[in-house]
């Protein structure tokens, strides 16, 4: 498991056969089947009912004396009950495969030997929310995968797209994450406070405090998404060579991105529909726009 405390590994640019693990190849945890899907999409509409409820007492406050800020918060609330609603309609469930299991674990073993990191869990949907990522949740280290993903690569593209994120495992970029989510939190609270201070500062505005505060946190998300990119591009050029391939890192660029296209088309709308579901429908500038990356692999390559 990567730590807070752990140091850098560097990448270990070697042949792609053999192993650095000493002794017995370490087996891959795969997280276990979660609930139905059915559970996980309920789970996610009475979330949605939650947010509807809030808009509802946001709408109440804009009649009975705060008919700015309570409008505004009502909008807000409710933009987020439909894009859960959204959500629930494409959430599926963590299941197991034996075919993505065969396919994987050598790739994994290999790579993450190859940078001396520990092995992450790994962690497989049957939806398209997030195509891959590494994230750190309740003291494990996952690398989370889309079953359409894996489905959709070939070998060669499924081992380009776990390289790009075991790179982020091995310098340990989720400490930066953590500071970004940090960040956005505190600075959204202070401002949701702020707000809710000015409107009168009474139990009632709820709903102002809540929206205030979501809003915030976005923006401030918004302005620090940028700072992701120079991660992204370490892990694009390290992945490439990781992996022994770039070609397949852009191939596995171009399907990835076409899911995601396709997903947020679901999720979202398409506009002008999507444009009312703003700031929630943008894409955060987390990563750089897909034709730069590839350009700079075709150098590479």
Request: aromatic share 4%; net charge positive.
């Amino acid at each position: 498991m990567t730590s807070d405390e752990s140091p850098v590994p560097r990448v270990v640019r070697q042949s792609m056969t053999g192993s650095n693990f000493p002794g017995p190849m370490p087996r891959i945890q795969f997280a276990p089947a979660t609930r139905s899907q059915k559970s996980e999409v309920r789970r996610v509409r009475i979330g949605a009912l939650y947010f509807v409820a809030l808009g509802l007492w946001g709408v109440v406050l804009a009649m009975t004396g705060e008919p700015v800020s309570g409008a505004i918060a009502a909008f807000v609330l409710l933009e987020f009950a439909l894009a859960m609603f959204g959500v629930s309609r494409i959430t599926g469930q963590v299941i197991t495969d034996d075919e993505v299991s065969r396919r994987l674990t050598p790739i994994l073993i290999d790579l993450c030997s190859k940078v001396d990191c520990g092995i992450p869990r790994v962690v497989l949907r049957n939806d398209s929310l997030r195509g891959a990522a590494v994230q750190q949740r309740k003291g494990n280290v996952n690398l989370l995968l889309s079953r359409r993903l894996v489905d959709a690569t070939s070998d060669a593209q499924l081992r380009a797209i776990v390289a790009h994120e075991v790179i982020h495992l091995a310098h340990n970029d989720l400490r930066f994450a953590k500071v970004r989510s940090l960040v956005a939190g505190l600075g959204g609270a202070a401002i949701g406070i702020a707000i809710w201070v000015a409107s009168g500062n009474e139990l009632r505005n709820l709903p102002i405090l809540l929206a205030g505060m979501m809003v915030a946190m976005m923006l401030i998300s918004l302005l620090l998404s940028p700072l992701n990119r120079r991660l992204e591009v370490r892990a694009d050029v390290e992945g490439a060579a990781l992996g022994g391939d770039a070609q397949a890192v852009a191939e596995a660029l171009i399907v990835a991105y076409s899911i995601s296209d396709e997903t947020r088309d679901r999720l979202y709308g398409r506009p002008p529909w999507r444009w009312l579901l703003a700031p929630l429908s943008w894409r955060m500038p987390t990563h750089p726009p897909l034709d730069v990356r590839i350009a700079r692999l075709s150098r590479i390559g």
